[in-house]
C-alpha cells in the first residue's frame, strides 16, 4: 500500500503526516511517499521526512499507484490523477460548503473520507480532528487576546503601582472553550464562562472559573446530544442577552466560541452590548467563519467598534502549524491504523462501521454519505 503526502495549497501551513506517522504507517508495511516542501510551513524539512523513510517527489510521483492520499484542506479532483482506483481521500474535506468538489472526487472515482464527520464517539476520540484544533484554536484566541489588549493580564504589584488582573469571560464552553479559560488562567486572569449545556458549570469550576449561567429559563441537561448544543428558545435567549448585558460591560476580554452544528452561529453580544464595554477590550470570535457569535464580525479580519477590537478568528490552528500538523497527522494515523487489515496490508473499511458511516463520503463513483444526499 503506497500512503501519498500531499503539499496544501496557499493558506494552508499544515502539513497530514509528521515524521512519527510516516514511521508509523512503514512500521505497518506501508510505503509512504511525501510531496517536497510538504512539511515547510509547519517547519518539517524534506530531509526530515526522507530521515524517517519516506520517498520525496513531485506531485505526480507520489500519486503514481497510491492506494491512500493523506490531505488537511481538500485537493481539487482534478489535481489527484494517477492514484489507485477507489483510492482513499483522507482530509478536512468540508463537505457542505465543498459539495462540488465532493461530486468531482467521487466522479474521479475517489473514496473521500471526511475527517471533520468523524462521530464524537469514545472510539474515535483519539481520531477527532475538530478536537484536536479546536483545543489549539482555544489557547491562540487567548494569546491573541492579550497581545492586541493595551494592558497587562496578570496582577503585578511594583514599586510605580499596582497592575490590576485583567478579566476574561468565555462563551461557549466546548473543547475551544475550555482550553481558552485554561490558558487565561495560566496567564493570571480572572476568567468567567458561560455555555447551555449544565455540564459544563462542572467543568468551569474545575478550571477555578467562575460560572455565569441562565438560572430562572432552563438550558440543556447535562452534556446535550453528542455533546452539542442546538437553537435555544426565544425565552432563553431573552434569558441570556439580559446575563450577557449584565456581565459583559465589566470585562477586558471576551472569548466566543458557540456553535451549533449545521446552523449559524447563535448571535450572543449585540451592537449595545459592544458599547457597553470599556474602550480598549477586546474580542476574539472564534466562531467567526460560521457567522460570528458577534454582531460586526468580519471573518479573517480585525476590526474595531466602540473601541473594542473584534477579531473575527478563522482557523487559529494554522497559525500553530507545527503542532497543529502533529495532532492532525496522528489523528489520521489513529484512525487508519484502527482499521488496518494485516493479511491485506491495507485499511478494510467496513460498511456498518458507525466511524466509516460518519466519515465515508464518495464510494464507487457515488456520493454515499446521508448527510449529503439528504441535503
Ligand atoms: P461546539 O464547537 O459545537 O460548540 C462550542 C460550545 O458552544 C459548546 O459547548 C456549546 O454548548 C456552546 N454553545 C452553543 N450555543 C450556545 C449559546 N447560545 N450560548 C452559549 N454557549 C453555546 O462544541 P465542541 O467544542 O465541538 O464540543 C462539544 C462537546 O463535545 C464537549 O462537551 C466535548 O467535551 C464533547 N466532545 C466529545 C468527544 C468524544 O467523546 N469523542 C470529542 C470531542 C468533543
Request: hydrophobic content about 45%.
Given at each position: ?189 480572572q476568567v468567567s464562562a458561560t455555555d447551555v449545556r449544565s455540564a459544563t458549570r462542572e467543568q468551569i469550576q474545575s478550571l477555578g472559573a467562575k460560572p455565569i449561567f441562565v438560572e430562572n429559563v432552563a438550558g440543556i441537561e447535562g452534556e446535550g446530544a453528542g455533546g452539542y448544543a442546538t437553537e435555544m428558545s426565544p425565552e432563553y435567549q431573552e434569558a441570556q442577552a439580559e446575563l450577557v448585558s449584565s456581565h459583559i460591560a465589566k470585562q477586558d476580554i471576551v472569548i466566543t466560541t458557540a456553535l451549533i452544528p449545521g446552523r449559524d452561529a447563535p448571535r450572543l453580544i449585540s451592537d449595545a452590548q459592544l458599547a457597553s464595554m470599556r474602550p480598549g ?95
Amino acid at each position: 500500500m503506497k500512503i501519498a503526502v500531499l503539499k496544501e495549497g496557499a493558506g494552508e501551513t499544515r502539513c497530514a503526516a509528521i515524521p512519527e506517522t510516516v514511521k508509523k504507517f512503514i512500521a505497518l508495511g506501508a510505503e509512504v511517499a511525501v510531496e517536497r516542501g510538504a512539511g515547510d510551513c509547519a517547519s518539517i524539512a524534506d530531509a526530515d521526512f526522507d530521515a524517517a523513510g519516506a520517498k520525496l517527489g513531485s506531485r505526480a510521483e507520489v500519486l503514481k499507484g497510491a492506494g491512500i492520499i493523506l490531505s488537511v484542506a481538500g485537493p481539487d479532483a482534478a489535481s489527484l490523477k494517477g492514484a489507485e482506483k477507489g483510492a482513499l481521500l483522507v482530509g478536512a474535506l468540508d463537505p457542505l460548503r465543498r459539495r462540488v468538489a465532493i461530486d468531482a472526487y467521487a466522479k474521479a472515482g475517489l473514496q473521500a473520507l471526511a475527517m471533520e464527520w468523524m462521530p464524537r464517539i469514545t472510539r474515535a476520540q483519539s481520531m477527532d480532528v475538530l478536537s484536536s484544533q479546536s483545543n489549539l484554536a482555544g489557547y491562540k484566541a487567548v494569546i491573541d487576546a492579550a497581545a492586541e489588549f493595551g494592558r497587562a493580564f496578570p496582577m503585578m504589584m511594583t514599586a510605580a503601582g499596582t497592575v490590576s488582573p485583567a478579566k476574561v469571560f468565555v462563551m461557549g464552553v466546548g473543547v475551544a472553550g475550555l482550553q481558552a479559560i485554561a490558558t487565561a488562567r495560566r496567564l493570571g486572569v480572572q476568567v468567567s464562562a458561560t455555555d447551555v449545556r449544565s455540564a459544563t458549570r462542572e467543568q468551569i469550576q474545575s478550571l477555578g472559573a467562575k460560572p455565569i449561567f441562565v438560572e430562572n429559563v432552563a438550558g440543556i441537561e447535562g452534556e446535550g446530544a453528542g455533546g452539542y448544543a442546538t437553537e435555544m428558545s426565544p425565552e432563553y435567549q431573552e434569558a441570556q442577552a439580559e446575563l450577557v448585558s449584565s456581565h459583559i460591560a465589566k470585562q477586558d476580554i471576551v472569548i466566543t466560541t458557540a456553535l451549533i452544528p449545521g446552523r449559524d452561529a447563535p448571535r450572543l453580544i449585540s451592537d449595545a452590548q459592544l458599547a457597553s464595554m470599556r474602550p480598549g477590550s477586546v474580542i476574539v470570535d472564534l466562531a467567526a467563519e460560521a457567522g460570528g457569535n458577534v454582531e460586526g464580525t468580519v471573518a479573517g479580519e480585525t476590526v474595531e467598534k466602540h473601541g473594542v477590537k473584534i477579531i473575527g478568528a478563522s482557523n487559529l490552528a494554522r497559525s500553530l502549524a507545527a503542532d497543529a500538523s502533529a495532532l492532525y497527522a496522528r489523528n489520521l494515523y489513529n484512525f487508519l491504523s484502527a482499521f488496518w487489515d494485516k493479511e491485506q496490508g491495507r485499511p478494510v473499511l467496513p460498511d456498518d462501521d458507525e466511524i466509516v458511516k460518519g466519515v465515508r463520503l464518495t464510494q464507487d463513483g457515488k456520493v454515499v454519505n446521508e448527510r449529503l444526499t439528504a441535503a
